[in-house]
Structure formats: C-alpha cells, structure tokens
C-alpha cells in the first residue's frame, strides 16, 4: 500500500526551463550593462566556471549554489566581488522566481493526495533555501510533511540514500513510496535504486515554432517508458497514484 508521494521540483512542478531562459536573459543584460560583455562571454563563462565546480567538488548540493558561480567568474575574470555576486545571485533567482508557473493541476492534484492521507515529501538536488523560496513562492509548502534537499542529505539524486533519507522522513517502507519526477537518470532510475515506485512526468510543451506540442524527447539508451508508470497531466496524477496503489 502507497502511504507516500514524494516529488521532484525543478521541471516537475513548473517549467524550469523557461524561468532558466528568462533569468538568464536579465542576467546577461546585467553583465553587459556593468561589463560590457556579449551574452555569449557571459552564458560561456557561466558554463565553463559550473564545469570547473563539478569537477573539483563532485556532485554536492554547493555544484547548485549559484553565489559559488558568480563568486568565482568574478575572481577569475578579476572583477569586483561587490557588489555584483550578490547583484548576480539576486537577479538570477528573483527573475526566475517570478517567471516560474505551475504545470496546470499541480496544485488541485497536492490537495487530493493529502485530503486522501498520503504523506507528501519533496526530495530534490538543490541547495534548500532556494526550494523553499520556489515552494513558498507557489504557495505549496503548506501541501508537504517533509524536504529533503540534496543539501541537507549531502547526496544527490541518483544516489539512493538521498530516496532513503525521504522515505525515512515519510515514517514508511521505500516500497510504500511513489517517487515523481522528470528525469530519467535522477529520479526514475533513482527511486528503482532505493526500491520505491518511480512515476515519470513527461510534460507536453506548447513551445514549437507553429504553437503544436512538442513531446519531451525521450532520453536515449535508457529503459523505456513501458517498464514505469508515465503521466504528463497533473490532472490524471492522482488515479495514476491509485493504480500504482492497488
Ligand atoms: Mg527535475
């Protein structure tokens, strides 16, 4: 029996991608104002510095603290730390925290799993404050019994403990855990590792060119949708649940 439902939040809950571009469209307007740098300097820079991160910390919860980003883009390029990390770190966030919307149902969905008594958990690869900002944001905190971040586990999903860690949080079995989320290797090879019931989100997204949907493009060399439970409509998440359930 299913006594807990634990999400996923970035590309789960809301369209990461689309609050990603836009913040990092203010982003490069700012280094352009300050700097004089091109987009492409500043996106490149960017991504060379979080390449460095992962490579000298591994995959720990700071690889996401984008204050340890700028801070260090700013060193090497040797520009002023004040007052532009924190200008940075704010201007990321707080612009994509007001351009993140909810996949449709997201909300009504949460209240009937609680309604119906599952224990709802959110375990993501996130440093916490920033989740808790985006949660509160949403006004979905009030839904969850529990977070665990990747942060406060000192793992990352795919790694099992941090699966554990939730299911130790829900007061129950990993087998008595669905575990929802977009990612393949993060949450739905994830969850299988620690023995919990993955269940995949895979979004339509209404931003081709001619306005059609585009479906999620499936991962390649990964075990197909035929083996786990897929929803892409929040709208159908709670009897999905209830199948999983019986
Ligand atoms: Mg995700």
């Not at 500043?42 to 984008?66: F, M």
């Not at 609680?114 to 916490?128: E, F, R, W």
Request: with cysteine; hydrophobic share 40%; aromatic share 10%.
């Amino acid at each position: 029996m299913i006594k807990s439902v634990i999400f996923d939040i970035d590309n789960t809950l809301y369209d990461y991608d689309h609050a990603h571009a836009i913040a990092m469209r203010a982003l490069d307007e700012y280094m352009a104002e300050q700097f004089g740098w091109e987009p492409e300097k500043t996106e490149q820079e960017i991504a060379l510095i979080y390449r460095q991160i992962q490579e000298e910390i591994g995959q720990k919860a700071a690889c996401h603290n984008r204050l340890i980003r700028f801070q260090r883009l700013l060193e090497q390029n040797e520009l002023p730390l004040h007052p532009h990390a924190l200008n940075m770190y704010d201007i990321y966030w707080d612009t994509l925290i007001r351009n993140a919307k909810l996949y449709p149902g997201v909300e009504a969905a949460l209240s009937e799993l609680k309604k119906s008594g599952y224990t709802l958990g959110i375990g993501t690869n996130m440093t916490a404050r920033i989740q808790f900002r985006k949660l509160t944001s949403f006004g979905l905190l009030q839904f969850f019994d529990f977070i665990v971040s990747s942060e406060e586990a000192d793992r990352e999903k795919p790694q099992k403990d941090i699966f554990i860690f939730c299911a130790k949080k829900a007061h129950c079995l990993p087998s008595q855990c669905v575990y929802v989320g977009d990612s393949m290797i993060h949450d739905v090879i994830g969850a299988q590792g620690a023995g919990m019931h993955p269940l995949w989100f895979r979004p339509t997204k209404n931003d081709s060119a001619d306005g059609q949907p585009v479906p999620t493009v499936l991962p390649a060399a990964v075990p197909t949708s035929e083996q786990v439970p897929v929803f892409s409509d929040f709208h159908d998440l709670f009897n999905t649940i209830q199948q999983i359930s019986i």
